[in-house]
């Protein structure tokens, strides 16, 4: 039986072996290019003895090569462990030391500090792949002769490792079989309406959930043409409009793209859908962008354990702060702190059940019982509300977590790097609704006696330390934090009182 996901991506792709990424000039890495390019990294995987379940840790830029190393991990039955490219020198140490690659594959820049980061994790094969698809991975494999061999897996093994941040601030490595991502793949190609023809605009990133699984994965199962752009830029985007069909973006695209003139209905006119995810969609955003284009957003839900969970309909009323009904095969319910089901309209976090969700935290039994109950159903810990008919809504986050344009941020992770810096007695970290980006990343931080603290200071004493998106976007220094009667924070108050703060001006 075939388990292994690349059969199911390559039945499909090589169907329309002709199409494939088309770059911002021209230029087109067909299905055939990606099929035998992966076919010869996975010969190099071979060459170096790497064995089923070893981790290949990626922290590249997207180019069509770097899906070429996807795929080859696919293939050969490795993990892929893709890395957010903004992380720095010092959060990359955790991750090697905690996923223990057998290969590392990084920019030509960053082999040096990653290299010496890794002196203690011992790697044994590095490689190096640049934003325009060059480097020794590359000239390594296309010195070796494909290796045409698609590996039978069983369904249960693992083909990623995704990082996700814990309340605690230490990343934990999420699991994700091959049936957890071709049974969200397929689900998510059959309730949106693929059909031949649809071409893609990409112009998300590859090392998170949306970019590499959602888009690519339902785009590949339908053979489509995929625009593939190395990072979102609205200008460009509009300009490949009349050319698309299909949009997948963060609610900071949508935003983005209302700034400019060009955003008509005559420039969608061939477009049939536009997608979007990773951040809560703000009303203002979606009301804007149908009157602009007639086009109603399709707001859909999911987090890295397990890939999408709910979507708005196709064919239906896609409705603004809504995330929809859940997939094809995924169970939901609104529970309380001890997993007892409520009834509909109650506030309560939603768990789930299904073929998406994740195998548990890599190297961590203990964090994966205590985020699943003893009936299989995973705490997602997103407070929402369902409706009679099944519909969700997201009300809130019984973890602490922010999404920044679509981005994950804990706060104690922000917060421990903060209360480090010298004349710092302690912070807190919020996250504020933004225009642009969901939500806003703010620190509150109360100085010592005596001490004087700049926020400005703050911002640029953590740009060395932690990637920029987590980076506050605005400090804010107070004589004290307000507490309840049992000292805790109280988080809420602050996001209540300081919710207008980017609503102004734009940061």
Not at 55 to 70: F, G, I
Not at 183 to 205: E, M, Y
Not at 375 to 401: E, M, S, W, Y
Request: glycine share 8%.
């Amino acid at each position: 039986m075939r388990n292994n996901l690349y059969h199911f991506l390559q039945e499909r792709f090589l169907s329309a072996a002709d199409l494939g990424l088309e770059n911002a000039g021209g230029r087109c890495v067909t299905y055939a290019d990606l099929d035998a390019g992966s076919a010869r990294i996975a010969r190099l995987f071979r060459e170096l003895s790497l064995s089923p379940g070893d981790r290949v840790l990626a922290q590249v830029e997207k180019s069509p090569q770097t899906v070429m190393l996807y795929l080859a991990c696919l293939r050969s039955g490795m993990a892929y462990v893709p890395l957010n490219t903004a992380y720095t020198a010092n959060e990359l140490e955790y991750f090697l030391s905690d996923s223990e690659p057998s290969v590392v594959v990084c920019s030509p820049t960053a082999l040096p500090r990653i290299e010496a980061h890794a002196a203690g994790p011992r790697v044994p094969s590095f490689f190096t792949l640049d934003e325009q698809g060059r480097g020794s991975l590359i000239d390594s494999a296309d010195t070796l002769p494909p290796l045409d061999e698609v590996l039978e897996l069983n369904a249960d093994d693992l083909a990623a490792i995704l990082y996700t941040s814990g309340t605690t601030g230490r990343s934990k490595g999420a699991m994700l079989s091959h049936e957890n991502l071709s049974s969200n793949a397929i689900a998510l190609h059959r309730i949106w309406g693929w059909t031949p023809g649809d071409v893609l605009i990409h112009a998300l990133p590859i090392f998170h959930v949306h970019g590499l699984f959602v888009a690519l994965h339902t785009a590949m199962l339908n053979a489509s043409r995929i625009l593939f752009l190395p990072r979102f830029d609205a200008d460009g985007v509009i300009e490949l409009l009349p050319r698309a069909t299909v949009m997948m973006g963060v609610p900071t695209f949508y935003s983005r793209l209302l700034e400019r003139p060009g955003l008509t209905r005559d420039a969608c006119r061939n477009m049939r859908l536009f997608i979007s995810g990773s951040a809560p969609l703000l009303l203002e955003t979606f009301e804007t962008f149908e009157a602009s284009t007639g086009h109603r957003i399709l707001e859909r839900y999911g987090m890295t354990e397990a890939g999408m969970i709910t979507s708005n309909p196709l064919d239906g009323d896609r409705l603004p702060e809504s995330v929809g009904y859940p997939l094809p095969g995924v169970e939901v319910r609104v529970a309380d702190e001890q997993g007892r089901r409520l009834p509909n309209g109650d506030v309560g976090v939603l768990e789930i059940k299904g073929p998406n969700v994740f195998r548990g935290y890599w190297r961590a039994p203990e964090k994966t019982k205590a985020e699943f109950r003893d009936d299989g159903f995973f705490i997602t810990g997103d407070l929402v509300t369902k409706n009679a008919d099944g519909r969700i809504r997201i009300v809130g986050r019984a973890k602490d977590l922010i999404i920044t344009g679509g981005y994950n941020v804990y706060p104690k992770e922000v917060e421990g790097y903060i209360d480090a810096l010298e004349g710092v007695a302690e912070s807190a970290v919020v996250g504020i609704p933004h225009p642009d980006f969901g939500e806003g990343v703010v620190g509150f931080v109360v100085p010592r006696s005596e001490a004087s603290v700049s926020g400005d200071a703050v911002i640029q004493s953590l740009s060395d330390s932690l990637a920029k998106f987590k980076i506050p976007k605005q400090i804010v220094v107070m004589d004290k934090l307000p507490r309840n009667a049992m000292g805790k924070v109280q988080k809420n108050q602050l996001r209540e009182q300081y919710r207008d703060l980017f609503q102004t001006s734009r940061a």
